[in-house]
């Protein structure tokens, strides 16, 4: 039991407003929410007496959002922490990996202090979930694995994760599978895979080992997918079908997955209601120099889509923030989600699904019994914190300030 307090003065979206000409604003109102146990057993208003003899924390006014969830990340493989180094060039995938591999047993004893750089990071820009890629590979074993998971374990009481059995450097591979059902009972929670067609070469034989250590494990799915065009798009396919003949339904996600957006429009909405009704997710990075997945379809069709910052400041490359919020803005910023109404419901795409204000404009966050994990940000609404990704004055996971101050 946690002694119950007051946060006082929090600024919530209540509605849209609609002027004559069809454009929207958000009222927002002040509020005192009363936490206890790490839930908001109570919602007032700013009118509403709290009594003298009552904890309080002031919240200053500031606007109140849903904490984040990094749905892509590689705590592995950053340099953070260490001296600054740029990435050496390298030709294609291939020579990446080969120069990714000389590099493993070097950086293995500092893994766990790089992630946690990393976890710092993130949390300050307000994810409070994480799902991290580890690599499992012949060169690094479970030596990743083992300094990933120290790290998040000692940030548990500030954020929840989750680790993905990577094989980097492809499934097929010698003693590769071994392997990875040694980190599934070493303390990975989902199976992971890479391009069945590009990497492992055989698409058919890729996906079904990757089946068929989900169901070994009863584990959750997430695959690397950067194989491009038809061939990208017949490996989603096969993989839906393994997902409706295993049972696996919302059980399996495709990151990147350039190549839903590399076919014609039919072809891309037969495949988004294909991962619908799979219950498949998809997991994209918003970069800028590759072909997106169709995330406004997908999204229509019912196909959730989460966002992440995938591995930065490593050997793959040297930029990246750490802010979920800046790949929304990124997305707007590209697919012109610049009206007010627009802007807030692209939220959902950093926080994983949650938002101030249904589309209808009704609260929908924070309720009375919601867990009492939100950032604080000095903005006017959600709209603006989209477009203007305002610093994190405070982030709570659970009723507890981890990251910022009041």
């Not at 500031?62 to 969830?69: E, G, H």
């Not at 059995?165 to 980190?183: C, D, S, T, W, Y």
């Not at 910052?309 to 979920?324: E, I, N």
């Not at 959902?348 to 309720?367: D, R």
Request: net charge negative; aromatic share 8%; charged share 25%.
């Amino acid at each position: 039991m946690t002694t119950p307090y007051w946060l006082k003065n929090v600024k919530l979206e209540t509605g849209y407003i609609q002027d004559e000409k069809g454009i929207y604003e958000t009222k927002t109102e002040l509020f005192h929410l009363k936490i206890e146990d790490g839930r908001i057993v109570e919602k007032q208003s700013d009118s509403f007496l709290i009594q003298p003899s009552e904890k309080t924390i002031d919240g200053k006014g500031f606007l109140a959002l849903p904490t984040f969830k990094e749905m892509h990340n590689h705590l592995d493989k950053t340099y953070l922490s260490l001296d600054w180094k740029a990435p050496t060039p390298a030709k294609n995938l291939e020579e990446r990996l080969r120069l990714e591999a000389a590099e493993l047993e070097a950086l293995a004893p500092t893994t766990k202090q790089r992630a946690s750089a990393m976890i710092e990071l993130l949390l300050s820009h307000g994810s409070t979930h994480i799902r991290s890629h580890v690599n499992i590979d012949p060169y690094i074993g479970l030596k990743n694995l083992e300094g990933v998971k120290a790290a998040l374990e000692d940030y548990s009481d500030k954020l929840t994760y989750e680790i993905v059995a990577f094989p980097q450097h492809g499934l097929l591979r010698e003693n590769v599978i071994p392997l990875m059902k040694e980190a599934m009972r070493s303390g990975a929670n989902l199976v992971g895979g890479l391009d069945p067609a590009g990497i492992d070469c055989n698409i058919e034989k890729s996906l079904y080992e990757v089946m068929n250590l989900a169901t070994e494990f009863d584990a959750d799915i997430d695959i690397h997918l950067h194989d491009n065009g038809h061939v990208g798009l017949y490996t989603v396919d096969k993989f839906v079908e393994m997902v409706e003949e295993a049972k696996w339904r919302h059980r399996a996600a495709v990151s990147h997955a350039f190549c839903l957006g590399e076919v014609p429009l039919p072809q891309q909405e037969e495949m988004a209601d294909k991962l619908s009704k799979a219950g498949m997710s998809i997991m994209s990075t918003i970069p800028i120099n590759r072909t997106l997945p169709p995330i406004d379809l997908l999204d229509q069709k019912g196909v959730n889509v989460y966002l992440g910052c995938d591995g930065f400041y490593d050997s793959w490359g040297p930029f990246g923030t750490g802010d979920v919020l800046e790949k929304v803005t990124r997305y707007g910023e590209l697919f012109r989600k610049s009206d007010e109404r627009s802007l807030a419901q692209s939220l959902k795409w950093a926080t994983g699904g949650p938002t101030p204000l249904n589309k209808e404009g009704e609260i929908a966050w924070p309720l009375q019994g919601d867990e009492a994990s939100l950032i604080l940000v000095n903005a006017s609404c959600s709209a603006e914190a989209v477009a203007r990704t305002p610093m994190r004055e405070a982030v709570m996971f659970k009723g507890k300030i981890v990251s910022g101050k009041l």
